[in-house]
């Protein structure tokens, strides 16, 4: 009965495979095609403002957390102030979207242990019209999606085997986040008050909770 249910569903994942070879087709022609926002020249001026030495928050006015435009600075140092380094950190952005679309599988399989019902959380999210128009811009919510997701698989994974290196990792993940993009701070509320409920619950013990706050502040202080 299990070997026909595989055969079954072999269809189904070529199918998918198929559905998302085209999505993301789709998503590297809308990078290439689709006009420049405000907010991507601003994120590219900021790199190129620290670029040329000036101090973020001190010298020019910022409201986002400051990795992203570090990070903006060597594809400036490699292609200069053409039009070419603007496309290439979206190219950098496709990079970090696709590595969001495994995280999620990952992430999917650790909660559904079901490679297909991954494919389709996969499926589901590349064909989400409102989050890939987001992710191929030049924007630090980039990143910080990215490094989330990363925080949650790791959280998850700890879940599963109750490895504290894994609920370090999820933290570190988690500072990383909020580093690029303050927008995280929801997410640490969250997961701090998950945390709390399952130590209330007795399915974790409150020191894991003590030692996940503290490997947030520590990986957060230096900055």
């Not at 789709?26 to 990078?31: G, P, R, T």
């Not at 303050?182 to 007795?202: D, M, P, R, W």
Request: hydrophobic share 55%; net charge positive.
């Amino acid at each position: 009965m299990k070997k026909n249910s595989a055969v079954g569903s072999q269809p189904v994942t070529r199918l998918i495979w198929i559905l998302l070879t085209i999505f993301f087709v789709i998503i590297v022609v809308h990078l290439v095609k689709r006009d420049f926002n405000h907010d991507e020249f601003e994120a590219v001026h900021t790199a190129w403002k620290i670029q040329q030495g000036e101090k973020i928050f001190v010298d020019f006015f910022q409201h986002h957390h400051p990795f992203y435009y570090y990070m903006l600075i060597p594809v400036l140092v490699i292609f200069g102030q053409t039009i070419t380094a603007v496309f290439a950190m979206r190219l950098v952005s496709l990079v970090m979207l696709a590595l969001m679309l495994f995280v999620t599988y990952r992430l999917s399989l650790t909660i559904f242990n079901d490679r297909q019902k991954a494919l389709y959380s996969v499926l589901l999210l590349s064909g989400t019209v409102i989050f890939v128009n987001r992710a191929i811009e030049i924007r630090p919510d980039v990143p910080q999606t990215l490094l989330s997701l990363a925080s949650l698989l790791m959280l998850f994974n700890y879940f599963e085997k109750k490895r504290r290196l894994n609920l370090v990792i999820s933290a570190a993940f988690l500072a990383a986040s909020f580093l690029f993009l303050q927008k995280a701070v929801f997410l640490i509320a969250l997961i701090g008050l998950l945390l709390l409920i399952c130590a209330y619950k007795k399915q974790i013990s409150f020191t894991d909770v003590f030692i996940y706050g503290i490997a947030l502040l520590v990986s957060v202080l230096p900055y």
